[in-house]
């Protein structure tokens, strides 16, 4: 007999093992989207003539399906997590730099000149006053770009069982066992509304200067 | 001392937003730009923080170019207030106002001392030291604006329309707060605004801009009221620049009649001795305490009798000495009796004074006044 939780032995993990794989591959890419959408959002806020281009770009990016992704990249990173997170971490891009972008816009014209007046310096300036309070606007990308992340990591499935939770959608083919594919939907969704949740919350802690009506959505 | 010297502002679109304009802006003093919106009055208040750099001339602080020094320490060493304040929302109001001494490299408890003394001294209570801005009214905003500016007790401030998003009661109480400040601080302020009851108000100097950048005037509000230079500033000032002038002149002139004003235990006959020498055609009934009731007429007040709650109602009565002809011009042309009611500072009545001698006296201080200025121009 067979259980919900039990894996076949050939992903090489438990449940709980499959799930850490998921959120390793579904979270690192989106830490690394936004350690790179900084400084590019950066850019384009500094040099408005940058932000349409990059915007097109990014566009044409998150166009591509990630299996043409996958296909590309075989050649140079072969059937491993490299491959899947590589793309994902672009998707995290197309989602954060504009995110970014308008959050930081979105600091009030007098408040940047009056930070300016007391002395700030423009980086000092960049991450005391502008960060901070682009963070809603961060935080409102990073969920759209975590749950959609968390989501992908699935098609991984498709070269090699890179795919972490995605994979039981395989076995429940070819071990004829449906309780699988619905053990892999239930917990990829599960995680995605466990992540959501989670950036909720860490939007709340920082950003207690929020009046509460709106910090409500 | 502040001196800008023929300074010129072209912006790169071909804007001439200030025109060869030269200041000098004494130490301790108010000035205040006031003009028309687009009169270059914002550009030449951030000219002096570098904010914006001029297309020609110099600006001298206490002799020395301003751009001798690194420009964050110039900012550093000029508190700035802005219109709705400009408040950081992320940072709770003291972390707000500590935000300059932070920049210095005070620590932090140490910044935040700082800030509570200033929330004190700006009127803010101390209750609202962990709020945020949004938690705040605008008028209340306004006054973290002006504490986050004095934070470091930098000499200089520069203030550009900060009280003009607040409504009128605020506005007043903000502006009576500066010159409270000013008085105890003695900083070098330079004020924009384009309201010039507020110019008059609070300016030790006004310079008066018009469109294009030119100067069109630059004098104490009382010669500006006086001696506009030009029908610009005449029409600028608006119709009823002699009224207001009128706050220039001290009330402590006025003679005031005591003859009129009877105690609420006056006897009768009293009450018929002043209703008929005094002049007045009602008598003013004060308290045991000297503080006004109201008028009555001498028929109608009965010795022992006299019923408050019957009297004309006083007006609003005017500070003998401390208040200008305006306030006892407006005190007796608000009197149901015409005649303006005077007190001391205790709010005790001092003596009464009717519109003709209110009128008399402000013929006497103009007359007084030109031949002020008659010696000025023969010499
Ligand atoms: N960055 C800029 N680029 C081009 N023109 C500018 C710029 N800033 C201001 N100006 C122009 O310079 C002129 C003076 O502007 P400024 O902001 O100094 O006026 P102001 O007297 O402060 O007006 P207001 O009372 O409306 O605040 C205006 O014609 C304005 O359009
Ligand atoms: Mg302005």
Request: aromatic fraction near 6%; hydrophobic fraction near 45%.
């Amino acid at each position: 007999m067979s259980g919900f939780f039990d894996i076949p032995s050939d992903l090489q993990h438990t449940y709980a093992g499959l799930i850490g794989l998921h959120l390793r591959e579904a979270l690192v890419p989106v830490l690394v989207g936004l350690v790179v959408s900084l400084p590019v959002a950066q850019l384009c806020v500094r040099f408005r003539w940058l932000y349409p281009p990059v915007l097109g770009v990014t566009t044409v990016l998150y166009a591509i399906p990630s299996l043409a992704f996958f296909v590309v990249l075989i050649d140079y990173t072969g059937q491993s997590e490299t491959t899947v997170m590589i793309p994902l971490a672009v998707y995290s891009m197309v989602v954060l730099v504009p995110a970014i972008v308008e959050g930081v816009r979105s600091v009030p014209p007098e408040t940047l000149a009056a930070a300016t007046a007391m002395g700030f310096g423009p980086v000092r300036r960049y991450v005391q006053v502008q960060l901070p309070i682009a963070v809603p606007a961060i935080i409102a990308g990073l969920r759209v770009a975590t749950v959609s992340s968390i989501s992908l990591v699935s098609v991984g499935m498709l070269i090699g069982n890179q795919g972490a939770l995605g994979n039981l959608l395989h076995d429940a083919q070819i071990y004829n066992r449906p309780e699988l594919a619905v053990n892999s939907v239930v917990t990829t969704a599960v995680l995605a509304i466990l992540a959501d949740a989670a950036l909720v919350a860490v939007r709340l802690l920082l950003t207690p200067w929020m009046p509460k009506e709106s910090a409500a959505r | 001392m502040i001196r800008i010297d023929s300074v010129t502002k072209r912006y790169p679109d071909g804007t001439v937003a200030v025109d060869r304009l030269s200041l000098d802006i004494e130490d301790g003093s108010i000035t205040v730009l006031v003009g028309p919106s687009g009169c270059g009055k914002t550009t030449t208040l951030r000219m002096i923080n570098r904010m914006v750099e001029p297309s020609e001339g110099t600006i001298l602080l206490d002799g020395a170019d301003i751009r001798q020094q690194p420009v964050n320490t110039l900012r550093r060493s000029m508190g700035y207030v802005i219109q709705n304040a400009g408040l950081f929302q992320h940072r709770t109001i003291v972390d707000n106002i500590a935000t300059v001494p932070r920049l210095l490299g005070w620590g932090k408890d140490r910044a935040r001392a700082r800030a509570r003394e200033l929330m004190e001294r700006v009127g803010l209570d101390a209750s609202l030291a962990k709020r945020y801005p949004y938690q705040l009214s605008g008028g209340q905003q306004q006054r973290v604006g002006v504490a986050r500016a004095l934070a470091a007790d930098p000499p200089v401030l520069l203030m550009d329309e900060p009280f003009s998003a607040v409504d009128p009661v605020v506005r007043k109480g903000l502006q009576d707060e500066l010159l409270r400040i000013q008085a105890e601080l003695g900083k070098t302020i330079v004020f924009v605004t384009h309201d010039i009851d507020e110019a008059v108000k609070l300016g030790t100097m006004v310079a008066v801009l018009r469109t294009g950048g030119h100067l069109a005037q630059y004098a104490p509000p009382a010669e500006l009221l006086s001696d506009p230079a030009d029908a610009f500033v005449e029409d600028f000032l608006g119709s009823d620049r002699g009224i207001r002038r009128l706050s220039f002149f001290p009330s402590g002139a006025l003679e005031l009649q005591t003859a009129p004003v009877v105690a609420l235990d006056a006897d009768a006959g009293t009450i018929a001795a002043r209703g008929s020498t005094s002049g007045a055609p009602y008598l003013l009934v004060a308290d045991l305490d000297g503080r006004p009731l109201g008028w009555g007429d001498p028929k109608d007040l009965t010795a022992g009798e006299i019923e408050p709650g019957r009297l004309l109602s006083h007006g609003r009565p005017f500070v003998h000495g401390k208040d200008s002809l305006r306030a006892a011009l407006d005190a007796a042309v608000l009197s149901p009796t015409g005649w303006a009611v005077g007190v001391d500072g205790t709010g005790r009545v001092v003596g009464v004074v009717s519109q003709q001698a209110v009128g008399e006296a402000i013929r006497s201080a103009h007359a007084l006044d030109r031949g002020g200025e008659d010696a000025r121009a023969v010499r």
